[in-house]
């Protein structure tokens, strides 16, 4: 969740709404992940753009919304789990919305690199965490998923976060170019991994539609490891700690998933 005020379209009338525990915007234009940087074509293709249109509301109209996410799996990708609720707001074990498209292995979605767009078809909510696994209408080919980590991140840990969210709390929008910053770890519990902003700035933070984005541990001698994806946070940019959901306790429910 991200508690914040944000803007929704609903029937196709711009309203204003509040945040609350599972946060919404509508898609457009900015710049992701708060104080970030861009991420070049080509680097951390297991990422995912996910774009919600058509989602029901509890007042009978419909609204659009976005999250980020992972490839985890040739046809499965990881992100929050409040990214997949009902007109009540309850997280729910299928898509939502009248369309959810996954784009893949593009920096920007709308340059020349080459990535996938497709459909979500399915989706697996944890119990225990705010997390979900979306299946896609087909594998992908050509991306490398990233690997889940078999154990949680120590504290003082850098982790690299990556997302197509906005670069503030105010009347945010979705990107359209991936973007990156680093975080450092400050407390590990059984479900949150605690992290604050670390580069390229102290205030470097997700934003709306960072949601489900990936944390990772990189070193030169590896390849990334997922440790945990964007769950829940101040209003953006900030100093304070960010709550993420922690996935490599979970990575025995997540491969049985696919």
Request: glycine residues 10%; hydrophobic residues 40%; contains cysteine.
């Given at each position: 969740?991200?508690?914040?005020?944000?803007?929704?379209?609903?029937t196709?009338?711009?309203?204003?709404?509040?945040?609350?525990?599972?946060?919404?915007a509508?898609?457009?234009?900015?710049?992701?992940?708060?104080?970030?940087?861009?991420?070049?074509?080509?680097?951390?293709?297991?990422?995912?753009?996910?774009?919600?249109?058509?989602?029901?509301?509890?007042?009978?109209g419909?609204?659009?919304s976005?999250?980020?996410?992972a490839?985890?799996?040739?046809q499965?990708?990881?992100?929050?789990?409040?990214?997949?609720?009902?007109?009540?707001?309850?997280?729910?074990?299928?898509?939502?919305?009248?369309?959810?498209?996954?784009?893949?292995?593009?920096?920007?979605?709308?340059?020349?690199g080459?990535?996938?767009?497709?459909?979500?078809?399915?989706?697996?909510?944890s119990?225990?965490?705010d997390?979900?696994?979306?299946?896609?209408?087909?594998?992908?080919?050509?991306?490398e998923?990233?690997?889940?980590?078999?154990?949680?991140?120590?504290?003082?840990?850098?982790?690299?976060?990556?997302?197509?969210?906005?670069?503030?709390?105010?009347?945010?929008?979705?990107?359209?170019?991936?973007?990156?910053?680093?975080?450092?770890?400050?407390?590990?519990?059984?479900?949150?991994?605690?992290?604050?902003?670390?580069?390229?700035?102290?205030?470097?933070?997700?934003c709306?539609?960072?949601?489900?984005?990936?944390f990772?541990?990189?070193?030169q001698?590896?390849?990334?490891?997922?440790?945990?994806?964007?769950?829940?946070?101040?209003?953006?940019?900030?100093?304070?700690?960010?709550?993420?959901?922690?996935v490599?306790?979970?990575k025995?429910w997540?491969?049985?998933?696919?």
């Amino acid at each position: 969740m991200r508690l914040r005020t944000v803007t929704s379209v609903v029937t196709g009338v711009l309203v204003a709404a509040t945040a609350t525990f599972f946060a919404v915007a509508g898609t457009g234009t900015a710049n992701a992940i708060a104080n970030g940087e861009p991420v070049a074509e080509g680097e951390y293709r297991f990422n995912a753009r996910l774009v919600m249109t058509g989602i029901p509301t509890a007042a009978g109209g419909k609204r659009n919304s976005g999250c980020s996410g992972a490839l985890i799996a040739e046809q499965w990708v990881i992100t929050a789990g409040h990214c997949f609720r009902d007109a009540n707001g309850v997280r729910v074990q299928r898509p939502v919305a009248d369309s959810t498209v996954a784009t893949i292995g593009k920096a920007d979605v709308n340059g020349t690199g080459e990535g996938v767009a497709l459909e979500v078809i399915e989706v697996r909510q944890s119990t225990t965490a705010d997390v979900a696994l979306a299946k896609l209408a087909s594998p992908v080919e050509g991306i490398e998923p990233i690997a889940i980590a078999d154990a949680p991140p120590a504290v003082g840990d850098t982790l690299r976060l990556t997302g197509y969210g906005s670069v503030t709390s105010t009347n945010p929008v979705q990107e359209t170019r991936l973007r990156t910053g680093q975080l450092t770890v400050l407390t590990v519990a059984s479900n949150i991994i605690g992290v604050r902003g670390a580069s390229p700035s102290p205030d470097t933070t997700p934003c709306p539609h960072d949601s489900g984005g990936p944390f990772f541990v990189e070193t030169q001698w590896s390849d990334p490891e997922l440790v945990s994806i964007v769950s829940n946070g101040p209003s953006c940019p900030h100093t304070a700690k960010e709550s993420s959901a922690r996935v490599d306790n979970l990575k025995d429910w997540i491969t049985a998933q696919v």
